[in-house]
């Protein structure tokens, strides 16, 4: 059974910091890029972070650069969203996404992300 588990979500105040974590199953993990996306209240879903299979990198969006890290473990099937200073602004539920080509595009959950004073 594919399973994408999202956990790590939370409450914190602007300057915070959360680690978000993915655990996949059912997958070939280290196959999939595995990436991350939110959605704010009224507000489209957006791409945060990727990582890609093989070479492991990395893209951002400008609005998380240098705040934002994303990782992956493939030997634990896990990926991960380390998020420092983190703002209002980045409110939102977290999805965790695999892709991999000619595959079906897999979604988790998500987790509740909540940045308040």
């Known amino acids: 059974q594919v399973q994408l588990v999202e956990s790590g979500g939370g409450s914190v105040q602007p300057g915070g910091s959360l680690r978000l974590s993915c655990a996949c199953s059912?997958?070939?993990?280290?196959?999939?890029?595995m990436s991350w996306y939110r959605q704010a209240p009224g507000k489209e879903r957006e791409l945060v972070a990727k990582?890609?299979?093989?070479?492991?990198?990395?893209d951002y969006a400008d609005s998380v650069k240098g705040r934002f890290a994303i990782s992956r473990d493939d030997d634990k099937r896990t990926v991960y969203l380390q998020m420092n200073n983190l703002k209002p602004g980045d409110t939102a539920v977290y999805y965790c996404?695999?892709?991999?080509?000619?595959?079906?595009?897999?979604w988790g959950q998500g987790t509740q992300v909540t940045v308040s004073s």
């Open positions: 059912g997958i070939s993990f280290s196959m999939y890029t």
């Open positions: 990582i890609y299979s093989g070479d492991g990198i990395t």
């Open positions: 996404n695999a892709q991999r080509s000619y595959q079906a595009v897999l």
